[in-house]
């Protein structure tokens, strides 16, 4: 591999896996619980099994993917593992009626083939190779230095829209900084902010956990009081000293433009055509929810084929379209390096290119093995090479000095997206509960047994209502009453872990009961959310 | 809601989810007309939504993405009904920035003491007073320009539109009567962020190139300066289902 400072250009691929927290021991079978099965079958493991390809072919690739301490405490949950597993057996299961059912059509019977394989294999990796827990299949390759691992806030809170209250901000980094300790075993050296939510005196919070570069949106950073002289192609540092590495647009638009982006190819598999609605609700019935509701299985057959006649998926056909696309994003790259030489040449161009982990696998089914071919082919390039933000911080230890701009990656650029007349209502109540748990640990400082047990759940209750996720999905309009229901839920259990706190009586079957309910961050200190 | 779900409903129930999305249902429409036009008020409500949210929230939603049925609720049973209650009937004020020039204003005053003041005083207006300072810590000698928006008392948040870029704003909410004016509370203080390059006037060709090729464009700010309207676009959030 070329070293940093000889390349032309240098390519930062990060990779943001997120989900929200969804564990529901109550129910036999719950809808949501399917994000993190389906983010585990078509993205997580695809993806170890790609790096794992790599290995074996002697590419010595750098990625950074960023795992939320949500999606985390869920993947090493033994019983969401366990969930995860009879999801697997009932696909397994599906899979061997697929290949029946298709035998006399070939082009389905090549896809069942497919999803069979698939499944079998995310069976035996799971089971055999990873013990249950993918994290440590991640860590491996952190450990051979092929993959830079960072966290993100606790559960993803927006944090613009709690800037008022500093409590929340260090609560957030501080429970995700522990979560990813505990998890992985080392220290985070950087953080993605959720949303690419950044407001003016972020950076403080940062620096105080140690944290040592971000991720920003290119105008967070290009509408700083400076403008930046290398523009997105390079990091810039706030005054603390905090690196930050805006996103390059023309790279990130290549795969999500939704019409010229590679995944809206008409060779791609299309995504909403699926078994579950297509088949009869007879067939289809063990496989989806209860009472005949359809839902996604997975099994889709088709390509995008760009318009309503749907032709079939040819798994070949995709795969050369794959390194077509390989081709024209280097090409992309090495064209815009050009260019950039023009106004500078004291460093290579940095493409700092960060994207949702599961567009990979699960949305673009092809996803994974574009990034395969792509770590390839940069491996084999001779102008660019890979690099992580630490890679670069390590080579290129000062940054231009800015005061960087209030932005987010969302529609516009700032905070509509978890602000608007879908979801503003939140807001008063989410303030009201963080200005009385802050309340609490002023009132109990120091306290154990079963008091610190409830406080302890207090503040988990109150990080979970914070997540971006119910706001967005109240304005993007899937399965909002779930969203609604989840913000209730956490504000009406901390209502009541407060009240019984005030009056001294606190449940203990009720609050154990939700303590293995919403069991994540097991290590918590309330105190956490101490006034500052 | 996929039309074949929709068929499994009763009458009542394809009545009631019509009048909900806002189908008006003709008396000679029969069931599967009716059931149609929810069909495409969902794929249109859908398409708007969808329309609205750029690249990268669109991609992250797609993530959610389970059923392609938006609004289902498969009605979990919750171990309590799940009220909040409106408000928490006590004196807060709190500024949220939306975007570079948006705010979003949530205020409350306590029964009890607005009912003193309205025995004091008599008929009260409420205001809420948008100040402008001239930097991020308040006093009253740095409130450089203000004004006021009268809201209703049973209005509890409401956006406003804030006149300048790059300025410090907070918000108090304040009873007037003809004579006197009672400031209830007062706000944080939110500066509005940039919403452009900050160009230089000896800005070199280079700049203009590296942020162009950054995926910017080059504006002539002496064209913005005109922009600014110290008044408030009316949107009104009133009457809008939480």
Known sequence: MKAIQDSKGLLSFILHAHLPFVRHPEYEKFLEEKWLFEAISETYLPLLRTFKKLENDGIDFKLTISFSPTLTEMLVDPFLQDRYLDHLKSLIELSEKELIRTKDSPEEFVMATLYHDLYKTNYEDYTEIYNKDITQGFKYYFNKGNLLLITSAATHAFLPHFSNYPEVIRAQIITAVDSFRRVFSIRPEGIWLPECGYFPGLESFLKEADLKFFISSAHGVMYADDIPEKGVFAPVQCKNGVTVFPREKESCKDIWSPVDGYPGDIVYREFYRDI????????????????????????????????????????????????????????????????????????????????????????????????????????????????????????????????????????????????????????????????????????????????????????????????????????????????????????????????????????????????????????????????? | MTKERLELLSDDVIKSLAKKVGVRIKLDWDRCQIINSIIDVMDEDREEKESLLNLAVSIESKKYAVTIDEELDLSYDFDEEMVLPDRYNENMVKFLLRDNTWGFILWDINDAQYQNYVNQFGELNIILRVNELKNGIFSKESIIDFFDIEVEKKERRRYVNLPHEESYYFVEVILSTEFKEITINRSNVVKTSRDHVNYALNDNGKIKSIVELSGFEFKDLSKRRGRNFNRILPFDTIGEDE
């Open chain 1, 276 to 532: 579950g609605f297509d088949l009869p609700i007879e067939y289809v019935r063990p496989y989806i929810q209860p009472d005949d509701v359809r839902v996604n299985t997975g099994f889709k057959y088709y390509a995008i084929s760009g318009s309503e006649e749907k032709n079939y998926y040819k798994p070949k056909t995709a795969e050369k379209k794959i390194d077509e696309h390989v081709g024209n994003f280097l090409y992309n790259r090495e064209n815009m390096i050009k260019k950039v030489e023009t106004i500078f040449t004291d460093r290579p161009v940095l493409f700092t290119c960060p994207y949702d982990a599961e567009l990979f696998g699960h949305w673009w089914f092809e996803g994974p093995k574009f990034i395969e071919k792509l770590l390839v082919a940069v491996d084999k390039s001779e102008n660019i090479t890979f690099c992580t933000p630490m890679d670069y911080i390590n080579t290129f230890p000062e940054n231009q000095s800015v005061n960087l701009n209030y932005s987010s990656w969302g529609d516009e650029g700032y905070g509509q997206v978890w602000l608007d007349g879908s979801n503003d209502w939140i807001y008063r109540h989410l303030f009201k509960i963080i200005e009385m748990m802050i309340e609490l640990t002023e009132r109990y400082p120091d306290v154990t047994g079963l008091k610190r047990r409830a406080l302890d759940q207090a503040a988990r209750e109150v990080l979970l209502a914070l997540a971006s996720d119910w706001p967005l999905i109240m304005k993007s309009g899937t399965t909002v009453p779930y969203a609604i229901k989840r913000v209730k839920t956490h504000i009406l259990n901390f209502h009541k872990i407060y009240d019984s706190l005030c009056e001294n009586l606190v449940k203990t079957e009720w609050l154990t009961k939700l303590e293995k309910k919403n069991n994540l961050f097991k290590d918590i200190n309330y105190l956490v959310f101490q006034k500052i």
